[in-house]
């Protein structure tokens, strides 16, 4: 009798499910039940490369130096997606195993693609349990016979999101199953720098179907053109292109049941935004994650970091925010009150203005830091001045696994040096580079960094059971490499 039989097949299936990607990838050549049982898991969520972005991104000076190995890169790449495609049409009990594809396209020779594209809709009409479609790249975009496969193949889509300069050109109003639809980005910003005033106004507004969607990022023109009064479900919205925010507040008051708000506001639209703001002070009652993301400028002018601090008081529900706004010395004390009061707060991001990273900055800040916090991020333009700077955050806040902290300089060592007494962190990132924490003995080990690949493209896999804040925290924010800007 094996292993696998002494345990009925439903409790292996569990077992099995909340394995590592890597333990379930050894588990496939253990015998042919685990073979079996890992397969569902290894081969859950595929990704598929039309190209390769470490060619793409490279510079035409890299690209030129490094062209042999690069092709040859994009050359393994686009061979093992097509060997993927083929056996999703050829395989039907591999077919059904597949609930989420992630297409990466990134051609450098040509933006046609015809053979990639026919190859994946040819595998999209055997994907009958497909639950996401997610498309990043536009060399080749992703074409109007790709969505309709998708809605006549794949009656259990509930995902679907492509890049934003796409979206118009594609039928979205035929996938009727969804729950979640959205655009696909780098950071941010590359929705903002230009890009969306550049939208015809024909790629405004678009048209999609409303009727069972929780969670809902469009490029919208105002509040006012969001279909709210046709999406009875909507527990999560993201406004990250729109344009003008007139009629924010008692638009958004009249979404009840909104548990997540995310807002991305240039300068111009700081009075709307907090007007809107200071408006829904007493609305929103079941908020429990609020984004909000402007560009890099000066510090808020005192009334607005007051309105700010207003919101969140007392907001008990409040599990994470995030926000890109900076904060003067007494605006910030404001805010730290408030943060105080959020007891249930879990994650938290928070941008300084100019202060440097000291012991006595830090003793300040862990005053008012919810004991409960779990995923912790800090940036600012100051300097990180004491080695000894976070020596309290972990009595503070025992559970913590993960932190991220954004200062202007730059030091090879410094994750080293601030987790000493860390007892349950996963995962630490310091100036764009982010490291696996193993804790063992006295001191933690770091694995090597993320290679820019998978930073770039980090996603709910990559940071792992545990740390779900994390990722909520680093999404679509722009992370530097040594040679950039950061952005944040």
């Known amino acids: 009798m094996s292993s696998v039989s002494l345990l009925p097949s ?17 588990c496939l050549s253990v015998s042919k039940e685990f073979h079996d049982l890992a397969s569902r898991v290894v081969f859950r969520k595929l990704t598929v490369y039309f190209g390769s972005w470490e060619s793409t991104e490279a510079s035409d000076d890299v690209y030129e130096a490094e062209q042999e190995a690069l092709d040859a890169l994009e050359d393994r790449m686009s061979s093992l997606s097509s060997a993927i495609l083929h056996r999703i049409s050829h395989d039907p009990t591999f077919a059904t195993i597949v609930q989420s594809l992630d297409v990466r396209a990134y051609k450098r020779d040509g933006t046609r693609g015809a053979f990639e594209r026919g190859s994946l809709i040819e595998a999209i009409c055997h994907l009958h349990n ?3 479609f997610t498309w990043h790249g536009v060399v080749p975009i992703p074409t109007p016979d790709i969505v309709e496969a998708l809605a006549s193949s794949c009656p259990m889509l509930r995902h679907f999101s492509a890049p ?6 594609l039928p979205l109003y035929k996938l009727e199953t969804l729950w979640s639809i959205g655009y696909t980005w780098k950071w941010f910003y590359d929705t903002t720098r230009g890009r969306r005033s550049r939208l015809h106004e024909q790629d405004r507004d678009l048209t999609i179907c409303c009727e069972s969607l929780r969670e809902l990022q469009m490029p919208y023109t105002s509040p006012w053109n969001i279909p709210l009064d046709r999406l009875p479900m909507l527990t999560h919205l993201d406004l990250l292109s729109i344009q003008d925010l007139d009629g924010f507040g008692p638009a958004i008051r ?7 708000l995310s807002v991305f506001c240039s300068r111009r639209q700081h009075d709307k935004l907090f007007e809107a703001l200071a408006y829904l002070k007493s609305d929103l009652p079941n908020l429990h994650s609020l984004c909000l993301l402007s560009r890099r400028e000066r510090a808020l002018e005192s009334e607005h970091a007051q309105i700010l601090t207003n919101i969140l008081k007392g907001r008990t529900r409040m599990r994470r925010f995030r926000s890109t706004f900076r904060l003067h010395e007494a605006g910030h004390m404001r805010f730290l009150g408030a943060i105080s009061s959020l007891r249930n707060l879990e994650a938290l991001h928070w941008d300084v203005f100019m202060e ?5 900055f830090m003793h300040v800040y862990l005053q008012h830091l919810p004991s409960g916090i779990l995923a912790l ?4 333009s100051g300097l990180f001045r004491d080695a000894d700077a976070f020596a309290d955050l972990w009595s503070r806040c025992p559970g913590l696994r993960f932190l991220y902290v954004r200062t202007w300089g730059s030091e090879e060592r410094l994750a080293d040096r601030i987790l000493h007494g860390a007892v349950r962190l996963q995962i630490v990132g310091y100036n764009g580079k982010f490291h696996y924490v193993d804790i063992k003995g ?3 080990q770091l694995s090597a960094p993320w290679s820019a690949h998978k930073v770039a493209f980090r996603g709910m896999r990559d940071f792992g059971l545990g740390c779900e804040d994390a990722e909520w925290l680093m999404r679509g924010l722009r992370i530097r490499r040594e040679w950039e800007e950061e952005g944040q």
Request: proline share 2%.
């Open 442 to 444: 006295e001191q933690p």
């Open 356 to 360: 440097d990273i000291t012991r006595d």
């Open 377 to 380: 991020s800090i940036a600012t």
């Open 130 to 132: 497909l639950r996401t």
């Open 10 to 26: 439903e409790v292996w299936q569990e077992v099995f499910a909340w394995l590592h990607q890597d333990a379930a990838r050894t």
């Open 164 to 169: 934003l300069l796409t979206l118009s050109r």
């Open 254 to 260: 009249r979404i009840t049941q909104l548990e997540s």
